[in-house]
């Protein structure tokens, strides 16, 4: 299998809206990631956006694949840092490097930048996303919080 990775840019509103389907189906949660579509102007917006890099895998324009990091600017340093948000990849594709790709091209993006690390987090007992981390980078045990906004 042959496949690109792209990343997204404003006038990509139909791999916009193919990722968010990818990542309901993947995460099977279509109450966050498909009940209530943004607009198209929200997307433009969105994608316009430096600080968000969205990037997709496509496999003869369809997206099997996608990521969405969010790059960080730090105080203490003049550096920044990015965090994956979102990492899947379509069923049907994976075991195909296609996880590995998009993470190795958002390293592409981070090194120009001058980020210092990527990270990201992964669930317990989701063994293989802890699989393609621990292959990728070193693994920090942590606790994550949920705070609601007030």
């Given at each position: 299998m042959t496949f690109t990775v792209h990343r997204l840019a404003p006038g990509d509103i139909a791999h916009f809206r193919a990722l968010n389907a990818m990542f309901a189906k993947a995460f099977e949660d279509p109450e966050h990631y498909a009940a209530k579509p943004p607009s198209d102007a929200y997307a433009v917006k969105v994608l316009?956006?430096?600080?968000?890099?969205?990037l997709v895998a496509l496999n003869d324009g369809q997206v099997i694949g996608g990521l969405v990091a969010y790059e960080l600017d730090k105080l203490e340093q003049e550096r920044s840092e990015i965090y994956i948000y979102d990492l899947a990849v379509d069923d049907a594709h994976r075991r195909q490097g296609?996880?590995?790709?998009?993470?190795?091209?958002?390293?592409?993006?981070?090194?120009?930048?001058?980020?210092?690390?990527?990270?990201?987090?992964?669930?317990?007992?989701?063994?293989?996303?802890?699989?393609?981390?621990?292959?990728?980078?070193?693994?920090?045990?942590?606790?994550h919080f949920d705070i609601d906004p007030r």
């Open positions: 316009s956006k430096d600080s968000i890099i969205p296609v996880a590995t790709a998009l993470i190795s091209r958002l390293g592409e993006i981070a090194s120009s930048r001058g980020a210092w690390v990527i990270y990201v987090q992964a669930d317990y007992g989701d063994e293989p996303a802890i699989a393609l981390y621990t292959k990728l980078g070193r693994r920090e045990d942590v606790m």
